[in-house]
């Protein structure tokens, strides 16, 4: 077959997959279909509308998603498809896969997500280490889902690093973390940020504290309002605590 041809068919192959995917909601596909049509011949977004699709059908489509990946490999959208299905063996495979693929790392740990509140301490504390701003991202993200099983003293730890890091997102991230919890170490420490913070982080802090509303929190803001010098900041500061308290 020419190659201009072989290129049509392969295109029209695509459109047909296309249209079954788009009428599933009404007509819902088989998994075996799907892994079927799968191919690491297809355009990449394709690929991943299918393996969604499979993630979506959770332990119905994981069994389909484990030929694939022992067909294909860890491909970035299998290993977001084991994510999605929520299966205890695609998290022991995604474990597993942090261990050995490095390149994979943060694939595999957005696919974690789901599953933030049941991985240990020491897989988040080594991912809270890194340099990477995006596996820093990631890292935060899963810390989010263990908040509430960690005391003060251990989460504070957890966050020195990203909470020093350089970059903004990085530190506004870490204050939405904290920000899940209510404790005045943990609104010490956002205080802190709102002190010596660049203006960016400084202002998430503040809103964080009038966010979490608590009477822990609000003190922690009114003693915040009389360290900060006049400017920008303690004006926010003020608007915050007067809304807070009307």
């Known amino acids: 077959m020419h190659a201009k041809a072989k290129g049509l068919s392969m295109a029209f192959h695509e459109d047909s997959i296309w249209e079954k995917l788009n ?3 009404r007509v819902p596909l088989e ?17 991943f509308a299918i393996t969604e699709q499979l993630g979506l059908l959770s332990n119905k489509g994981w069994p389909v998603l ?10 970035p959208e299998l290993i977001s498809a084991a994510g999605l299905c929520h299966q205890t063996e695609a998290k022991t495979w995604l474990l597993k896969l942090l261990k050995e693929e490095k390149q994979l790392k943060l694939p595999v740990l957005q696919a974690l997500t789901c599953w933030g509140g049941e991985l240990p301490i020491m897989l988040l504390r080594n991912v809270l280490s890194e340099k990477s701003q995006p596996l820093l991202l990631a890292g935060l993200e899963l810390l989010k889902f263990k908040v509430h099983q960690l005391s003060d003293d251990l989460l504070l730890d957890l966050i020195q690093k990203p909470l020093k890091d350089f970059r903004d997102p990085v530190v506004l991230s870490t204050i939405r973390v ?18 010596n913070g660049s203006e960016a982080t400084a202002r998430a802090a503040i809103l964080a504290l009038s966010c979490i509303a608590t ?20 004006e926010m500061a003020q608007k915050q605590l007067q809304l807070q308290l009307q």
């Open 23 to 25: 009428q599933s909601r």
């Open 31 to 47: 998994p075996c279909w799907l892994g079927k049509v799968y191919s690491l011949n297809l355009q990449a977004d394709l690929r």
């Open 66 to 75: 484990e030929l694939l990946i022992k067909k294909a490999g860890a491909q």
């Open 178 to 195: 904290l920000q899940r919890r209510n404790s005045t170490a943990v609104n010490s420490q956002i205080a802190e940020i709102a002190k």
């Open 215 to 234: 009477s822990h929190s609000l003190a922690t803001l009114s003693n915040l309002l009389n360290e900060l010098p006049q400017g920008p900041l303690k």
